[in-house]
Antibody
Framework: EVQLVESGGDLVQPGGSLRLSCAASGFTFRHYAMHWVRQAPGKGLEYVSTISTDGDRTDYANSVKGRFTVSRDNSKNTLYLQMGSLRPEDMAVYYCARDASGSCYLDFWGQGTLVTVSS | QSALTQPASVSGSPGQSITISCTGT?????????VSWYQHSAGKAPKLIIY???KRPSGVSSRFSGSKSGNTASLSISGLQAEDEADYYCSSYTSTDTGVFGGGTKLTVL
């Protein structure tokens, strides 16, 4: 059974940092590109970051470029999102999701982890 | 990349059919047959219900169907059921090798 389990969400002050993790199981992790998607309170889904199978290609939403870094450890079947210079508008539930084909259809999602940015 | 355009809300009675539109541009929806749709209920993970415009993942009801014409994709749900009440999001692959979501549509089953 495919499982994606996010962790690391927390309350952090503006300007602070946080690292999210996504533990994958039930499939060959290194074969799939992965995404981070977020949903801010009362808002829709937003692609945050994408990473290729071997990690050599990454992409970011303009809203987080230069502040967030996505990475993966295929030996540990884990996806990461290092978040820095956090802003109140970064407050959201963050989901990791598997890209089934490289064409951005996300066939499995985690349950999400909540990031709260507030002083 | 600008979000795809969806109606904010749609509604229908049990047993009826509804359609949700998703309008993009010639750089996303119009350029590729890589439109997907997701069903999202509060507190749950989003669920893929349509991919590659009109394909259904295993286990998804045949009441859900997708189509595309030009820069606009559509999700249709027939035989509405109370359990279909949720938020629905479209997504498309884009010319910048990224994905973009629609703003989401809240479906109310009356």
């Amino acid at each position: 059974e495919v499982q994606l389990v996010e962790s690391g969400g927390d309350l952090v002050q503006p300007g602070g940092s946080l690292r999210l993790s996504c533990a994958a199981s039930g499939f060959t992790f290194r074969h799939y590109a992965m995404h981070w998607v977020r949903q801010a309170p009362g808002k829709g889904l937003e692609y945050v970051s994408t990473i290729s199978t071997d990690g050599d290609r990454t992409d970011y939403a303009n809203s987080v470029k230069g502040r967030f870094t996505v990475s993966r450890d295929n030996s540990k079947n884990t996806l990461y999102l290092q978040m820095g210079s956090l802003r109140p508008e970064d407050m959201a539930v963050y989901y990791c999701a598997r890209d089934a084909s490289g064409s951005c259809y996300l066939d499995f999602w985690g349950q999400g982890t909540l990031v709260t940015v507030s002083s | 990349q600008s979000a795809l355009t969806q109606p904010a809300s749609v509604s229908g009675s049990p047993g009826q059919s509804i359609t949700i539109s998703c309008t993009g541009t010639s750089s996303d929806v119009g350029a590729y047959d890589y439109v997907s749709w997701y069903q999202h209920s509060a507190g749950k993970a989003p669920k893929l219900i349509i991919y590659d415009v009109n394909k259904r993942p295993s286990g998804v009801s045949s009441r859900f169907s997708g189509s595309k014409s030009g820069n606009t994709a559509s999700l249709s749900i027939s035989g509405l059921q109370a359990e279909d009440e949720a938020d629905y999001y479209c997504s498309s692959y884009t010319s910048t090798d990224t994905g973009v979501f629609g703003g989401g549509t809240k479906l109310t089953v009356l």
